[in-house]
């Protein structure tokens, strides 16, 4: 098939000051192309993730979207639902009903709209409830901390296999320098209280963040690091508020030790959703040839 110019932008996410956050690349018109032609394109941006809009095929999605990062589609993922959607309104996309419905392998997403922040409900996770012992020791040997410093721990899976283990500070997250050896095939969310800790969960600290948060996953270069994650915020939140290590309400910083300021705001509703909110700001608005 010939190449043909299509509309695309690369946003970054969870962010308002452009490149300090998670970048993404959208293909707005993703029709005609193949499964294969998406994936070349995606490994060749060099990016963690693509997305590619379509028409939508189930009954009240506004969009579908098929999400890819280096080596294979996924379901779903939480910084390309936002930047997706920033990018199909920038664009002239209307919604149905009160909130976007986007379409993608997981099913149908609700993404609300609050002022210049967009926000998705969290997916449901499939499996929750504390790690095997053998696994939080693996994980503290591969993060180089004492096992006793791993202070809570659980199975954060909605999609990506997220392991999760909360730490005594942000500062231990921060200073983490994990090994890819040791951690080799493990999909590991790390969390830490930027304030001190009070009767339900941590206090504020003076940045208005009540945690910091790292995302490490297997790379081609061993293990890999996230900038900013959405579905392991969604899992992360839906953890520490269940059990009461949170408030009902937060803001979580990560992607400081890549120098970036990405900035996850977290509510649960009074009907019990979770929504993983962020701000978006378009870096690169033009057409790619695909």
Known sequence: MPLKQRPFKQVDVFTSVPYRGNPLAVVLDGSGLSTEEMQHFTNWTNLSEATFLLPPTQPGADYRVRIFCPGRELPFAGHPTLGSCHAWLEAGGRPQGEHVVQECGAGLVRIRRDGER?????????????????????????????????????????????????????????????????????????????????????????????????????????????????????????????????????????????????????????????????????????????
């Open 118 to 290: 967009l926000a998705f409900a969290a997916p449901p996770l499939r499996r929750s409830g504390p790690l095997p012992e053998e696994d939080v020791a693996l994980i503290a040997r591969g993060l180089g901390v004492p096992r006793e410093d791993i202070v809570r721990h659980a199975w954060c899976d909605n999609g990506p296999g997220w392991r999760g283990v909360m730490l005594k500070s942000a500062a231990q997250v921060l200073s983490l320098r994990p090994d890819a050896a040791v951690l080799a095939g493990l999909d590991i969310g790390v969390v830490g209280p930027r304030g001190k800790i009070g009767a339900i969960g941590p206090r504020e600290a003076d940045d208005g963040c009540a945690f910091e948060v790292r995302a490490f996953f297997p790379g081609n270069n061993g293990m890999a690091e996230d900038p900013v994650t959405g579905s392991l915020n969604a899992a992360l939140a839906q953890w520490l508020i269940g059990e009461g290590l949170a408030p009902e309400r937060y803001v979580a910083s990560q992607g400081t030790a890549l120098g970036r300021a990405g900035r996850v705001n977290v509510e649960r509703d009074a009907h019990g959703n979770v929504w993983i909110g962020g701000e978006s700001v378009t870096c690169v608005d033009g057409t790619v040839r695909l």
